[in-house]
């Protein structure tokens, strides 16, 4: 059973910085493709970032330029950088991996990030 465990959740002032991390009870091998997604209240959950296994990184146009996603496949952990916080950026985040040879998705049980004056 892969478990993903997130980390790092808070509640921080607009303008502050949080760092998420994910730790996977797998290797996370270039055969995984990981990312942040995240929802908020009333909302669908949405992709933020991802990472695929060469590095290569994606992100949504309202975090570009604030957010930075990065993997460590010795560590096999994937962490989300976070600056700039803004209100509209509360949300329960959520870790995923995807084994791109086996079509497989696994989910962590998300953290709560709130940006709140």
């Known amino acids: 059973q892969v478990q993903l465990v997130e980390s790092g959740g808070g509640l921080v002032q607009p303008g502050e910085s949080l760092s998420l991390s994910c730790a996977a009870s797998?290797?996370?091998?270039?055969?995984?493709?990981a990312g942040w997604y995240r929802q908020a209240p009333g909302k669908q959950r949405e992709l933020v970032a991802s990472v695929g296994g060469g590095g290569a990184t994606n992100y949504a146009n309202s975090v570009t330029g604030r957010f930075t996603i990065s993997r460590d496949n010795n560590k096999n952990t994937v962490n989300l950088q976070m600056n700039s916080l803004k209100p509209e950026d509360t949300a329960v985040y959520y870790c995923?991996?995807?084994?791109?040879?086996?079509?497989?998705?696994?989910w962590g049980q998300g953290t709560q990030v709130t940006v709140a004056s």
């Open positions: 797998v290797r996370i091998s270039t055969l995984y493709r």
């Open positions: 995923n991996i995807f084994n791109v040879a086996t079509n497989t998705v696994y």
